[in-house]
């Protein structure tokens, strides 16, 4: 079967669908991940094709429109600025994706673009589902993860994410009514159009396992967790002065920010290298999309480089607390110090507070170097935290994420 998978986003939304890709050719499929140009390199060796997008995410974080995002200190703010970014890069990917969705027999939609995956769907008249990695669809079980973690209650959990979910319509609404106009479908609002995959039971499986996210007992049928899809692996081990610096002391701690972006660099990395030292600990650090930048025999600043091989070998991970970031380090079975910067990154943070992974979150805008050293010392002092970690671990190496999308193909076929 030929199938397409389609992301948008940062390196965290398209990492996962690289390894669930992988699975899919090793299982006899013929697959191509549609994401952004600049993560073609992920795919190397994977046998899964790419079919490059238009639109570098970094680039439009770091344009003027996108460091307003820091602006805004609500959840609810920031998304409105997202969706005016998103809106304009929506416009400029579609004829790309569906350029892609026309070589395919089924098509596989990342969360971010849902609305649109789905109108070209079925404008092509493909079958397909969804692939998110958060939780997205409304719950009274709690409230939106793009918006926090502060509890509105039942009906307020539940209308926070009707909300989202219409500004995820909304952020769509151009290119959609463009491409149901293209193949004479009947035109639909954002509302309409929602409540119309809601009726057809959309399937819809989420990247992350039920041990740290357990299925919302109110979602319809076909909505599904299918496990962690891990990033595939380009057989490149860790640059040797990152070996050498490893080999020359004890466990360091992981810093990094991922692809979150900071107003001032420069002070998170000096409460950084302040908080590491005065907790008595080696560094590692991350220049990521935020630029960190250290310096001292005490610490090293690294680039990209492969969370399965580094995490493991840590003494704690501090990590903005994205989707993909917190499955690497719960993966590892070390310690995390959440610092969510944005977005759904307070969620994941909770429940690795939650689940005993982590002492406490770390909030970016709270991030002082005596705050950070107080965390790190509970999370590599108190055995606790790490023993929960490990054992989280162990029972996420049992799982398969990718057995259920094959299961899920199969129903398509027939």
């Given at each position: 079967m030929r199938v397409v998978m389609m992301t948008a986003g940062s390196r965290g939304d398209v990492a996962p669908y690289t390894g669930l890709g992988a699975g899919l050719v090793r299982a006899g499929h013929e697959v191509t991940l549609a994401a952004h140009g600049v993560f073609e390199p992920l795919m190397a060796g994977s046998g899964v094709r790419f079919h490059a997008l238009p639109v570098d995410p970094r680039a439009e974080?770091?344009?003027?429109?996108?460091?307003?995002?820091?602006?805004?200190?609500?959840?609810?703010?920031?998304?409105?600025?997202?969706?005016?970014?998103?809106?304009?890069?929506?416009?400029?990917?579609?004829?790309?994706?569906?350029?892609?969705?026309?070589?395919?027999?089924?098509?596989?939609?990342?969360?971010?673009?849902?609305?649109?995956g789905y109108a070209i769907a079925e404008g092509l008249s493909l079958p397909g589902l969804g692939l998110h990695l958060q939780p997205q669809h409304p719950t009274r079980e709690f409230p939106a993860p793009?918006?926090?973690?502060?509890?509105m209650g039942p009906v307020g959990n539940r209308l926070s994410g009707l909300a989202v979910t219409a500004a995820?319509?909304?952020?769509?609404?151009?290119?959609?009514?463009t491409l149901r106009r293209r193949y004479g479908l009947r035109a639909t609002g954002p509302f309409a159009?929602?409540?119309?995959?809601?009726?057809?039971?959309?399937?819809?499986?989420?990247?992350?396992?039920?041990?740290?996210?357990?299925?919302?007992r109110d979602w319809r049928?076909?909505?599904?967790?299918?496990?962690?899809?891990?990033?595939?692996?380009t057989g490149r081990g860790l640059p040797g002065e990152l070996e050498a610096f490893l080999a020359?002391?004890?466990?360091?701690?992981?810093v990094g920010l991922g692809s979150a972006t900071?107003?001032?660099?420069?002070?998170?990395?000096?409460?950084?290298?302040?908080?590491?030292?005065?907790?008595?600990?080696?560094?590692?650090?991350?220049?990521?999309?935020?630029g960190l930048a250290v310096e001292g025999d005490d610490v090293i600043a690294v680039g990209e480089v492969p969370h399965s091989l580094l995490f493991p070998r840590m003494a704690a991970v501090v990590h903005h607390a994205g989707a993909g970031t917190t499955a690497a380090a719960l993966r590892a079975g070390v310690p995390s110090v959440p610092v969510p910067v944005q977005f759904d990154a307070a969620f994941w943070a909770s429940r690795l507070v939650a689940l005993g992974a982590a002492p406490e979150a770390v909030p970016l805008r709270r991030l002082t170097a005596g705050a950070l050293a107080r965390a790190l010392r509970r999370a590599?002092?108190?055995?606790?935290?790490?023993?929960?970690?490990?054992?989280?671990?162990?029972?996420?190496?049992?799982?398969?994420?990718?057995?259920?999308?094959?299961?899920?193909?199969d129903r398509l076929a027939r």
């Open positions: 974080l770091h344009s003027a429109r996108g460091r307003k995002l820091h602006d805004s200190r609500t959840g609810a703010g920031k998304l409105v600025r997202l969706a005016s970014l998103a809106r304009a890069a929506a416009d400029d990917m579609t004829a790309s994706l569906v350029e892609a969705a026309r070589q395919a027999d089924v098509l596989l939609v990342g969360g971010a673009l849902g609305p649109l793009v918006l926090g973690v502060r509890p995820v319509g909304r952020v769509a609404a151009g290119p959609v009514r159009a929602h409540r119309a995959r809601e009726r057809r039971l959309w399937p819809v499986l989420h990247g992350f396992s039920g041990l740290v996210v357990p299925r919302p049928p076909g909505l599904d967790v299918a496990g962690y899809w891990w990033p595939h692996e020359a002391g004890p466990a360091p701690v992981f900071v107003p001032d660099p420069g002070r998170v990395s000096r409460q950084t290298v302040a908080a590491l030292r005065a907790a008595g600990l080696r560094g590692v650090v991350q220049r990521g999309w935020a590599t002092a108190d055995r606790s935290h790490g023993v929960r970690a490990r054992a989280l671990a162990t029972r996420l190496a049992e799982e398969d994420g990718i057995a259920p999308v094959l299961a899920a193909l």
